[in-house]
């Protein structure tokens, strides 16, 4: 079964640079969630999409921005990288809202290391 | 505001032997509980879930959960661990039926099984 895709899945930058990490949802999927996990964390909420649109929005940094494109792929844009940006980057899509309490399948994750 | 408290940072246990990862939660409405596992350098692969209906629930590899509403809890267990079973575990929840809406994870419990 095909499942969450993104790439890359490692990404080394520099304090200051920018990053764009994607996501590509599983078919049919038309909800996309960003998570943010620290070393040795929870996964945190950062942003979600429905239908292209923001659905909602968590502690994520002004200097993050985030959109999902008319395909229901994401895109996590990151400017002015900090040290504290390192982290394992997650997305997450479920099926279609209002079918049901569905359950949110992840992707294996992007590594973001910021040097 | 929801949030899940998973009590137990690592849970040890022989191969063989019945196995129990704690959490409890705390919402204003009706819960929505799920449990996901996360395997080293990868992503969060989901269990099971407790939308309604029967207390227990069963999911993926032999696990199943416990839901108790006056205890707040929402209990992995399996009858019979086995070595492969070692990895991090997640309760997660959801206060909402809006599959919009973000799932608050706890800070995850490490099991290890030992042969």
């Known amino acids: 079964a095909a499942g969450v895709i993104q790439s890359p899945r490692h990404l080394i930058k520099e304090k200051r640079e920018t990053a764009t990490l994607k996501c590509y949802p599983i078919?049919?999927?038309?909800?996309v969630y960003w998570y943010q996990q620290g070393p040795g964390q929870d996964p945190q909420f950062l942003i979600s999409?429905?239908?292209?649109?923001?659905?909602d929005k968590g502690s994520i940094p002004d200097r993050f921005s985030a959109q999902q494109f008319s395909d229901y792929h994401s895109e996590l844009n990151m400017s002015s990288l900090e040290l504290g940006d390192s982290a394992l980057y997650f997305c997450?899509?479920?099926?279609?809202?209002?079918?049901?309490?569905?359950?949110?399948?992840f992707g294996p994750g992007t590594r973001l290391t910021v040097l | 505001a929801q949030s899940v408290a998973q009590p137990e940072d690592q849970v040890n246990v022989a191969e063989g032997n019945p196995l129990t990862v704690k959490c409890t939660y705390s919402?204003?409405?009706?819960?929505?509980l799920f449990w996901y596992v996360q395997y080293p350098n990868r992503g969060l692969q989901f269990l099971l879930k407790?939308?309604?209906?029967?207390?227990l629930v069963k999911g993926s590899y032999g696990f199943e959960a416990e839901f108790n509403k006056s205890q707040t809890s929402f209990h992995l267990k399996k009858p019979s661990a086995l070595v492969s079973d070692s990895a991090l575990y997640f309760c997660?929840?959801?206060?909402?039926?809006?599959?919009?809406?973000?799932?608050?994870f706890g800070t995850g419990t490490r099991l290890q099984v030992f042969p």
């Open positions: 919402v204003s409405g009706n819960p929505y």
């Open positions: 997660a929840v959801r206060d909402s039926p809006y599959n919009t809406d973000k799932l608050i």
């Open positions: 997450a899509s479920s099926p279609q809202a209002g079918e049901g309490y569905n359950e949110q399948f």
């Open positions: 407790y939308i309604t209906g029967d207390n």
């Open positions: 999409f429905y239908e292209k649109m923001q659905s």
């Open positions: 078919p049919r999927h038309d909800t």
